[in-house]
């Protein structure tokens, strides 16, 4: 239930608790996470925002200790901050503020000079994708381009660390792709590490090495992406032009379960560790596959199951 | 295809320290409000009441001159008019220390009075840009995940609201002052004129103060842009509304006017009934004309409610003080 933590630690929780009223957000969270990726998952009200929150102080802990990037939460708050960027869940901008001159000024709360702060102000919208619109008020923007604002906001003073809540929310397929793309770059290009909360199993399945998954306020599972889809090996996807139905008969010699998917990828279940045998039967077959997705379900299955574990405890 | 180089670069430059960070909150508080229809007005009417206070200095400096301009305007009108500025101009010119000083008190008191409506007017403007709007659209969040506190995000606000009424109030009674005896007749009237100056001082600090945390406590009362000044313009018509008539019944009630509370620290201050004795006592003809004024006012202006205003404004402050502390939070 634990990731790499050979890297020195970004995160590190000792019994992080949240309580509103009777109701306890965060119970007894213990996390050592490593830079990198990072997904935090978990159904709505698991308590994924609290935690992002907790840590940027933006609720006190009820008890229990956490360091962000090496220090102390709640006694360094402005320092972590400085080196923090964060984009909140709902809409939150200046309003009747330029989204240029918007960027600009959370760079210089941040404690960029002010002709620094420009500059990154443009550089930033010019990285998220904003053009000529910059120069209207935010007010006025769509709902991709205040994410995209949003963003820009969170980066513009260069932080170690990005929160991000639910960036993708209320976008089309193609802003989410495109806003996606962007974080997957965060951490992989420029090594800024990123943690994004969703429900979304999808979104956190393309960029994301790390999972954390929460339910109840409680951590049910932290592992990379790469080792919660070694543990649901077995099956796979195969994505063929056509001999659809060759493909089936041969895998029922096989004694394997396959079932052909409404967007006319081939699911096997090999129920092997390796993909070896499922490619050597292509290869006899002569069947050159467009794509091979491995354990496509693995994110969902261990999101599933992780519940119905937490469901059966309490 | 971009022109120039649109990748993610990193930044290692030096920070700007906190207090840079405050002062950027309060610099777009105040360029907020600047921009906002109608304020450039406020503003350009309280300078132009400084230059026409700095003409009236002008003039009663001229009195203390012998066969000055005023004298030779009051001969051309009426001779016995001559006769009477001469001699009024012969005493005030033996005794600078008591003329300058009583004259430019008085008139300072009327006029930090008088710009203290208009500066409470546009600070009424101001409100909902201070901390409302950042409450309604949620901004408070951004405030709180950058690297500032919420003591900092406040005092930036604080300093927003200070900062009008610098330029409403406090900058055109210093500008009166300086230009008003800077074309004095003589340079000993910066000098004579001290008590004036810190007086005004005194009292038009300590009334921005208040004036900014009741303001900054009014603007956290609702998340509704067009409450909170409508808030804050009904408590002032209404403390003006109850001042004359609690006069009458329960005296107490005038201190919820917070307008009356800082009238009455403003006669603590300045004491305008001191300036009047003094020139009933010394100041020929002049004096005597001001024997005439009734002993109930005398005594109004002798005894202000001073502890009772300060009470009350702590209270007001304390207040919003609260209001602020329980409102003004990332959730």
């Known amino acids: 239930m634990r990731a790499d933590t050979s890297l020195p630690l970004i995160i590190e929780t000792k019994g992080l608790t949240k309580v509103y009223g009777q109701q306890r957000a965060l119970d007894a969270v213990d996390l050592k996470v490593a830079p990198g990726s990072i997904g935090l998952l978990g159904p709505n009200g698991a308590g994924k925002s609290t935690f992002m929150k907790c840590l940027l102080q933006l609720q006190p802990i009820t008890s229990g200790s956490a360091c962000l990037l090496g220090r102390e939460v709640g006694t360094e708050g402005r320092e972590i901050r400085k080196r923090v960027g964060y984009t909140p869940e709902q809409d939150c901008h200046i ?13 210089q709360l941040c404690g960029l000079p002010f002709q620094a702060a420009r500059q990154r102000a443009h550089e930033m919208l010019d990285f998220v994708g904003m053009g000529q ?23 513009v003073h260069d932080p170690q660390i990005v929160f991000l809540d639910e960036p993708t929310n209320g976008l089309d397929p193609k802003g989410q792709a495109q806003i996606l793309e962007l974080v997957h770059s965060l951490w992989k290009t420029y090594g800024i590490t990123v943690v994004v909360s969703s429900h979304l199993l999808h979104d956190v399945d393309r960029i994301c090495e790390q999972i954390i998954i929460i339910a109840r306020g409680r951590v049910l599972v932290h592992d990379t992406l790469e080792n919660l889809k070694a543990r649901k090996r077995g099956a796979a996807e195969v994505v063929v032009g056509e ?47 467009l794509e091979i997705i491995p354990s496509p379900n693995a994110l969902e299955e261990t999101f599933v199951q992780a519940l119905e574990i937490s469901h059966a405890n309490t | 295809m971009p022109i120039h180089d649109i990748r993610y670069q990193h930044w290692e430059g030096a920070h700007v320290g906190v207090w840079g960070r405050r002062l950027v909150i309060a610099r777009n508080g105040l360029m907020a409000v600047l921009q906002t229809k109608g304020v450039w007005q406020l503003v350009g009417m309280c300078w132009v009441t400084g230059l026409a206070m700095s003409a009236v200095l002008f003039m009663v400096g001229q009195l203390l001159v012998a066969d000055s301009v005023v004298v030779q305007w009051a001969g051309n009108l009426n001779p016995q008019l001559q006769m009477f500025v001469r001699l009024l101009t012969t005493w005030l010119e033996q005794h600078p220390e008591i003329s300058v000083r009583t004259t430019q008190n008085i008139l300072f008191h009327y006029y930090s009075m008088y710009l203290m409506p208009v500066s409470i007017f546009a600070l009424g403007i101001l409100v909902p840009l201070l901390i409302t709007r950042d409450l309604a659209s949620n901004a408070i969040i951004i405030y709180s995940s950058k690297a500032i ?3 900092d995000y406040l005092f930036g606000k604080f300093c927003s609201a200070f900062a009008l009424l610098g330029i409403t109030w406090l900058g055109p009674v210093c500008g009166a002052w300086f230009v008003g005896n800077l074309v004095a007749p003589d340079w ?27 303001a900054m406590g009014m603007s956290s009362v609702s998340t509704k842009e067009k409450s909170t000044p409508a808030f804050w313009y009904m408590w002032w018509i209404f403390g003006g509304v109850i001042t004359p008539i609690a006069a009458h019944t329960q005296p107490w009630l005038r201190h919820l006017s917070f307008n009356y509370d800082l009238n009455q620290i403003a006669m603590a201050i300045f004491r305008p009934a001191d300036d009047i004795k003094i020139a009933q006592d010394n100041i ?16 109004a202006l002798g005894t202000p409610a001073f502890k009772g205003a300060i009470v009350a404004l702590a209270v007001m402050g304390l207040l919003s003080t609260l209001i602020i502390r329980r409102r003004v939070k990332p959730e």
């Not at chain 1, 330029?98 to 000024?105: H, K, L, Q």
């Not at chain 1, 209207?136 to 769509?142: A, G, N, W």
């Not at chain 2, 004036?196 to 945390?213: D, E, N, P, T, Y």
């Not at chain 2, 003809?285 to 005594?299: H, Q, V, Y």
Request: proline share 5%; glycine share 6%.
């Open chain 1, 95 to 107: 309003p009747g503020m330029v989204g240029c001159e918007y960027v600009t000024y959370c760079a």
């Open chain 2, 149 to 151: 506190s919420r003591g």
């Open chain 1, 133 to 155: 619109e910059r120069y209207r008020k935010i007010d006025t923007y769509s709902t991709g381009m205040k994410q995209r604002m949003k963003l820009a906001q969170a980066i």
């Open chain 2, 284 to 299: 020929p003809l002049l004096g005597d004309m001001l024997r005439n004024i009734k002993p109930e006012t005398m005594a």
């Open chain 1, 243 to 289: 001999r659809h139905a060759e493909l089936q008969a041969a895998c029922t010699r096989q004694q394997w379960v396959s079932e052909l998917l409404p967007n006319g990828h081939i699911k096997v279940e090999h129920k092997e560790d390796s993909l070896n045998p499922l490619l050597n039967l292509l290869h006899e077959l002569k069947i050159a596959p």
């Open chain 2, 188 to 214: 000993r009237f910066f000098w004579h004129s001290r008590a004036a100056i810190g007086h005004s001082l005194v009292f038009v600090v300590s009334g921005m103060i208040v004036l900014s945390v009741l």
